[in-house]
């Protein structure tokens, strides 16, 4: 479309200086600042809402999924404690069996 259109001189000067940073002629930067400042107007476009699915992931009801290292960690220690006593009894017996022995 061809037309005359009176810009203000802040605007001409704005496009003369988009000009000299892009290197493109009037017309091409005019379209891209027109095209920049309508799509700034228009109302975005509304995105689909996203839905999230849940799925079961075969957790009991009061465990938090996220805080599962912290269990872990716990049963690390515990079968640690288990076998540190297994340990102490196994010592302690044996040594009533070699007092036995004595």
């Known amino acids: 479309m061809r037309t005359t259109v009176t810009i203000d001189p802040d605007v001409q000067q704005l496009i003369r200086d988009a000009m000299q940073q892009t290197g493109q002629g009037f017309k091409t930067t005019l379209n ?3 095209r ?10 509304r995105e689909k ?6 799925q079961d992931m075969g957790v009991c ?8 290292h912290d269990l872990e960690s716990e ?3 515990e079968a640690y404690l288990n076998v540190t006593r297994k340990l102490q009894e196994r010592r302690a017996s044996a040594k009533v069996s070699k007092r036995r022995s004595s």
Do not use: S, T, Y
């Open 32 to 34: 891209e600042a027109v």
């Open 36 to 45: 920049k400042g309508l799509a700034d107007m228009m109302p975005a476009q």
């Open 61 to 68: 009801p009061g465990i938090d999924i996220a805080n599962v």
């Open 75 to 77: 049963l690390e220690v």
């Open 49 to 54: 809402r996203f839905v999230v699915q849940a």
